[in-house]
């Protein structure tokens, strides 16, 4: 896929968040909250338990006391008005205090084996006066101001998969061998969300209290159900996409396949167009939601407004007896939007299948990679045949020119992040991060092209150990046809918010907001209903506001 | 300190890379540390061992020259890495029965590899019931992989007398490794499961050496990169 397209991508049925949401009402989690000590200066701690067929996990929520100047949106910062980990089980007192001198550090502690996730979240400046203030005064906030932005705090990293001493994602699954509940990617992380968005309400009504006291109201429920939780991300995941192309193969393999599934459908019936008319609407007006200064953005959700429009028209006038309806559909969305719309509409398309599609998100995760090894008996030719079959497009592009070569992904010294620096103006090519698979891919293709073609490719890799990631992801090609991105990751017009884009997509994440060509704004969980509300009928389609 | 196997893997392959590997190379010795940390042995240990070496005489120095028997690397021995990756590479070969490989540096890296060979003979003879024993012995170690249901695990590892000189300086920075296959049938109720670690404590020397070597591949801060970063100080809403 090219990064136009990976940056146009939208949340569908396959969204990790909606898998969540799905299987935690279908499996009938309990959820609980064993503590809430939290002071009137809302310092304090809180505990959140789901229970889920097998087992437990609770977030442990820290509140802190954050001067307004020391809340920063950026990954840098070293305070934060709360601090998350996730833990595996129920903790005990002296587990809520280990955690309480650790994970308040973020980086700068140490959580353990016992902790899925570590995160972080600060208010939202505009809304969270706002909530506070009138709901200690007996009023509801404005729904236009909730609206305008979208949740009352925002997170700047959630950690799993062994960062900081978490436990590994491997761990998890072998001591989980009863349950596969954590075995969907980024599974710990969009709980872990999901129960921070539920602390922050509980907050938000406990402030309001400590300050009106008698007077204080509580947030109105269908109020709350529309905040979302925040996230900012930048470039530390943008690496991401290009260190897991087996992984973000299975995941564009599992949406193109439940594309391909509905296309195939011969005979539609009235309620599927319906549902998908009912939900384009819903769309329309988390659009109009959805806003960004950013000019890239700002044109592609013009254009996406157009072609919601367009589509409710062809939608409202085709003829159901149209065979492969959906078929239709999606040429004519080929022909007639924009990317944006294409893959809105093809995530529109979905929704009425779930029994034809949901099943494929047991195929979202990657149980083999870890497994697979070079092959050296495979001759230079094979190889060769198959960097070309994969970056082949990358021939075209003229490797010599300060263009293709103008970016660098190095890691700061400062904060050991990753980040994206101009290579002819500033001395960073030795720190240089191997993220250009395309650039690297040519040089192997330069220097295989100097062997004997019948030559075993471990000959050429005992010559050329360097290319050896090149080789690895020219046999991945064979399991992982959609594994790389057919774009040059290092060229100065590459936009790294598409990498962002993509994954945040998968997630389940709306309202993409750039801002910046490396920094994204976006909105988990707006609509969808909190533990105590969730059931079967309210698991899946709460991501489209309600007209 | 107490790591996970994903943050030693992280750890590994920065260090590697600092030290003078190349990243393709660098995922190896990754792949080698987390191998040995998951099968009981402190493979942050044994890889800060192995990039002090190797850096101090040079990355190059030791690599292997080429796939001519008998493998060499170097006048300062063979890296167990360059060697144990082409291993990898050759695992859907024939094999000998038995191979020695001479002066290999920090052998113990060596064991990832054979492994992963074990488990590919496996997988060619498409016979559950078959199990291989690896028995690898050096002056180091003696060590044995058993390779059932196509997983490869750490049976026996046994560090001989030369290994506990090491706190004296006087262990050989390499030494000659022999490695052999058995194979013996097994019947599913005496299959040991090899048990797998999650966790690794890394000492404070080699956790200071590990990171030491990391820091290379990290570039200063510049007033343009933190601008790069994100949108700016005052990014509150």
Known sequence: ?547 | MNTSINEVAALARKAARGAGYSWSMADEAAFATAWLCRNGLNGAVLLAEHLNLTHEHGIQESKLQSLELPWRGGPVGLCALSAGATLSDLAQCEHQQSETLNQIITPELLLPFLAYVSQRAQKKLNDDSLCIKTLIVCERFEAHIHCMNGVAGLNKFSATSATTAASSGKRSQFCDLNYQYQFTSHTPQKVREVSVSHRINIPANELESLNRFAANTYAPATEASRQGAGAGNTDND
């Open chain 1, 1 to 547: 896929m090219t990064l136009n397209r990976l940056g146009s991508l939208h949340q569908c049925r396959l969204s990790f968040m909606r898998q969540l949401t799905r299987r935690m009402a279908k499996e009938q989690w309990q959820f609980s909250r064993p503590h809430f000590n939290v002071n009137s200066q809302g310092v304090g701690y809180a505990v959140y338990t789901a229970s889920y067929p097998g087992g437990k996990a609770s977030l442990v929520a820290f509140a802190h006391e954050l001067p307004d100047e020391l809340r920063s949106d950026r990954v840098i910062a070293e305070q934060w008005d709360t601090t998350f980990a996730l833990f595996n089980g129920v903790p005990s007192v002296a587990d809520i205090e280990r955690l309480q001198q650790n994970v308040p550090l973020q980086e700068a502690g140490r959580i353990s084996e016992s902790e899925l996730t570590l995160s972080r979240a600060n208010r939202s400046v505009r809304l969270w006066n706002h909530v506070v203030d009138a709901l200690a005064s007996g009023q509801q906030p404005e729904a236009e101001a909730l609206h305008d932005v979208g949740y009352l705090m925002r997170t700047t990293a959630v950690y799993g998969s062994g960062k900081f001493g978490a436990a590994d994602r491997e761990q998890l699954n072998h001591n989980l061998e009863q349950s596969d509940v954590f075995k969907a990617p980024f599974a710990v992380e969009m709980l872990t969300v999901y129960l921070i968005r539920t602390f922050v309400r509980d907050l938000v009504n406990h402030a309001a209290q400590c300050k009106g006291g008698d007077n204080a109201i509580q947030l109105d429920a269908s109020l709350a159900r529309e905040l979302g939780i925040g996230n900012s991300t930048g470039l530390g995941m943008a690496p991401f996409l290009i260190n897991h192309p087996v992984l973000v193969n299975n995941w564009i393999v599992a949406r193109e396949e439940a594309i391909s599934r509905v296309r195939s459908l011969e005979h539609i019936d009235a309620t599927d167009r319906q549902c998908v008319f009912d939900l384009l609407e819903r769309m329309q007006l988390l659009t109009d939601r959805w806003q960004s200064n950013h000019p890239v953005q700002q044109t592609k959700l013009i254009a996406l407004k157009n072609d919601l429009n367009k589509a409710q028209s062809y939608l409202s006038k085709a003829s159901m007896d149209t065979t492969f309806f959906w078929n239709e559909l999606f040429n004519w969305c080929e022909e007639n939007l924009s990317t944006e719309g294409q893959e809105c509409i093809a995530s529109l398309m979905l929704e009425p299948y779930g029994e034809l599609v949901d099943g494929l998100s047991h195929c979202m995760d990657d149980p083999i990679s870890h497994t697979l090894r070079i092959d050296g008996t495979q001759t230079v030719q094979a190889v060769t045949s198959l960097l070309e079959t994969s970056f082949g497009w990358a021939k075209d592009v003229d490797w010599a020119s300060d263009e293709a070569n103008a970016r660098c992904w190095y890691v700061s010294e400062e904060k050991l992040e990753p980040r994206l620096g101009e290579r002819h103006e500033e001395p960073l090519e030795e720190y240089e991060q191997p993220l250009a698979p395309a650039r690297d891919a040519i040089t192997a293709l330069t220097d295989l092209n100097r062997w004997d073609d019948s030559k075993r490719i471990a000959e050429f890799l005992v010559a050329h150990p360097e290319h050896r990631r090149a080789v690895q992801r020219a046999q991945w090609h064979r399991i992982a046809p959609y594994g790389e991105i057919r774009d040059n990751t290092i060229d100065a017009a590459m936009l790294p918010i598409d990498l962002l884009r993509a994954k945040l997509s998968f997630f389940g994440a709306t309202r993409f907001d750039p801002r910046s060509d490396r920094w994204v704004r976006i909105c988990l969980y707006p609509g969808a209903p909190y533990p105590e509300e969730l059931n079967a009928n309210n698991a899946d389609h709460w991501i489209y506001p309600n007209v």
